[in-house]
């Protein structure tokens, strides 16, 4: 199922045993278009914002927010990460260190070893997650991926701050960033959602990740390998209807891109 972030952005959080808090924003990683993290506002519980990986949604959900298979205790003792700062390498070792995760940077899998966020090994055993208010342990060490940290920039970026970015076409200026659709099974990134308000008023699209041609960051500018007119020919997206099959079949036969 495709889900909105903005739609997704403010819904409440509930771990194991209470309200957390609400989700203030996405980091996805600009390599792969994936969410990575969800930024939990927690402020009136804990007095900081923590990250949440989708690795620890419980596979139940009910229908008021999204539940959480780790208790209150366990996220209030997590790493301390400064959410306004990028998050190093270094950092998200630690954090998946604490919970027992594996590195989604250290294997063939979208998440790692596997392709979906809750099909990871530590889960499928049934091993439990540390809470460092009651001693757990978590996973060991020889349970994690021996893969080593990278230096550098981790290629996470938040959704919050690229909506907004303006869109290019081979041809010029498109429109901005309105809105993302995640598959929320392995949180990829499926679609951007253009605005076109600018250029054609009144009509919203949709472009693939692998569509972009390039991103620039410091000019906050999306490049598309499409022109104008195609775009402007595109089948209109409608973000008040779910998108089903028939709608992206309709798209990727249009671009003539296999899916």
Known sequence: MLRSVKDLSGQVIHARDGELGTVEQFLFDDESWTIRYLVVETSKLMGRKVLISP???????NTDGL????????????PDIDTAKPVSRQLEAEYLNYYGYPYYWGGPGLWGATSYPLAHPAMSRGVGYPDRTSG?????????????????????????????YYIEATDGDIGHVEDFLI????????????????????KKVVVAPQWIRDVSWVDSRVYVDLSRERIKKAPEYDPTRM????????LYAYYGSPQ
């Open 183 to 202: 598959d929320d099974e392995n949180w990829a990134i499926r679609y951007i959602v253009i605005d076109t308000v600018n250029w054609w008023p009144g």
């Open 67 to 78: 539940t959480l298979s780790l208790s209150k205790a366990q996220i209030r003792n997590s």
């Open 136 to 164: 757990h342990a978590g996973t060991t060490a020889a349970a994690r991926p021996q893969t080593t940290t990278e230096e550098g920039d981790p290629h996470l970026r938040s959704t919050k701050e690229v909506l907004g």
């Open 243 to 250: 998108m089903d099959r028939d709608y992206e079949e309709k």
């Open 55 to 61: 690795i620890s949604f419980d596979r139940k959900q």
